[in-house]
C-alpha cells in the first residue's frame, strides 16, 4: 500500500520551532518530489513549500521564506520540513504531497500531486 505519513507537529509557543516529517512507506521517494501544503478550516489549502525528486530545486511561500527550511534524505525516505520562528498565523494542518514529475523543478500546484499524507496538526499559541 502507497502511503505518506507526516509526524511532528503538535503545540509550540509564538517563535518555537518544529521539524515535520513526510515518510513513504511502499515506495521510495527518490523518484517524486514532495510539497508541504497546509491549511485552516473554512479556507483553501496552499502551499507551503516544495522539493524537486533530486532535491536541487526549492520552493517557498513568501509567507514562510527565511523561516522554514525543507530537506530531504533518500536513504530514510523521508522529507523533512524545519519551522522556525514560528507565528500564530502558522496554525493549521500541514500535509505532504508527493510529485510523481521528474526532471523539473517543484512547484506549488496541487493538481500535480498524486498521493497525500492524512496530515498533522501544528498549532502556534502562548
Known amino acids: 500500500q502507497l502511503q505518506l505519513v507526516e509526524s511532528g507537529g503538535g503545540l509550540v509557543q509564538p517563535g518555537g520551532s518544529l521539524r515535520l516529517s513526510c515518510a513513504a512507506s511502499g515506495f521510495t521517494l527518490d523518484y517524486y518530489g514532495i510539497g508541504w501544503f497546509r491549511q485552516v478550516p473554512g479556507k483553501e489549502r496552499e502551499g507551503v513549500s516544495c522539493i524537486s525528486s533530486s532535491g536541487g530545486s526549492t520552493k517557498y511561500a513568501d509567507s514562510v521564506k527565511g523561516r522554514f527550511t525543507i530537506s530531504r534524505d533518500n536513504a530514510k525516505n523521508t522529507v523533512y520540513l524545519q519551522m522556525n520562528s514560528l507565528k500564530p498565523e502558522d496554525t493549521a494542518v500541514y500535509y505532504c504531497?508527493?510529485?510523481?514529475?521528474?526532471?523539473?523543478?517543484?512547484?506549488?500546484?496541487?493538481?500535480?500531486?498524486?498521493?497525500w499524507g492524512q496530515g498533522t496538526q501544528v498549532t502556534v499559541s502562548s
Open positions: 504531497a508527493s510529485d510523481p514529475r521528474l526532471f523539473r523543478p517543484c512547484a506549488l500546484v496541487q493538481s500535480q500531486y498524486n498521493y
